[in-house]
């Protein structure tokens, strides 16, 4: 038999089938830091709740796609703003992340037309966020609370203070109603706010009434 070991009779080459060999270890983990995002971890989890630092988000890729008109979205569904406004817990645009409506409408308008993602609301905390998410109704079902440390209004990345701000003294001009003794209300017209919050107040039948204090008020 003059056939060598690598060859059988016929003189065709034996293949040799080898086991396969697994990736390294530092590959496997490389692979999965990639599924999990550049940071490695997620950021949602290492965030703190009280941050704010949450938005709330609406997915709808339809308008990208230019199968839905961003005007129907805003007028028909979010009410010019309206259902927005009237689900957040102080009823402001800046509450919400936005000085006005129009810049609500500008931001929502760029990110749902261009990748179908738009923000709602930012600068909120995680309970904030998900109160909001729960008050939109059949909406919720399109949106989201994300974290995003770069879009966050600059009022939210002051920290917060439990405590009333500072009232700076000075002349007031505004029409109140005010609580007299035996609970009698009468109206008036401001005239001066002291830092306490306090009023200097002439009343309907044109008494001077000073330092009426703000839980009369």
């Keep these: 038999d003059t056939a060598q070991g690598s060859a059988d009779a016929t003189g065709t080459p034996e293949v040799v089938e080898e086991d396969a060999v697994p990736p390294p270890a530092e590959e496997e983990e490389a692979a999965d830091d990639t599924a999990k995002g550049p940071d490695g971890d997620d950021e949602e989890e290492e965030a703190d709740p009280e941050e704010r630092i949450h938005k709330l988000i609406v997915s ?6 230019g199968e839905i008109p961003f ?10 703003g309206e259902a927005v406004l009237q689900a957040s817990d102080m009823g402001t645009w800046p509450s919400l992340g936005w000085k006005d409506r129009a810049e609500l409408e500008s931001e929502l308008r760029r990110g749902l037309e261009a990748r179908g993602l738009g923000t709602i609301a930012r600068g909120l905390t995680r309970e904030q966020a998900e109160i909001l998410l729960d008050r939109m109704d059949e909406l919720a079902d399109a949106m989201s ?9 600059q009022s939210a990345s002051r920290p917060t ?9 000075g ?7 005010l609580e ?3 609970g009698v209300v009468s109206v008036g017209v401001a005239v001066w706010e002291h830092e306490s919050g306090s009023l200097d107040i002439v009343d309907q039948q044109g008494f001077f009434l000073p330092a009426v204090p703000a839980s009369k008020i």
Aim: glycine residues 0%; contains cysteine.
């Design 71 to 80: 005007d129907m979205v805003w007028a028909d569904l979010l009410e010019a």
């Design 145 to 153: 609370v994300v974290v995003d440390r770069e879009d966050v209004p």
């Design 171 to 177: 002349p007031v001009c505004r029409r109140v109603q």
């Design 161 to 169: 203070s439990s405590k009333k701000e500072l009232i700076v003294a």
């Design 60 to 65: 709808m890729p339809m308008v990208a796609a």
């Design 180 to 182: 007299l003794s035996h």
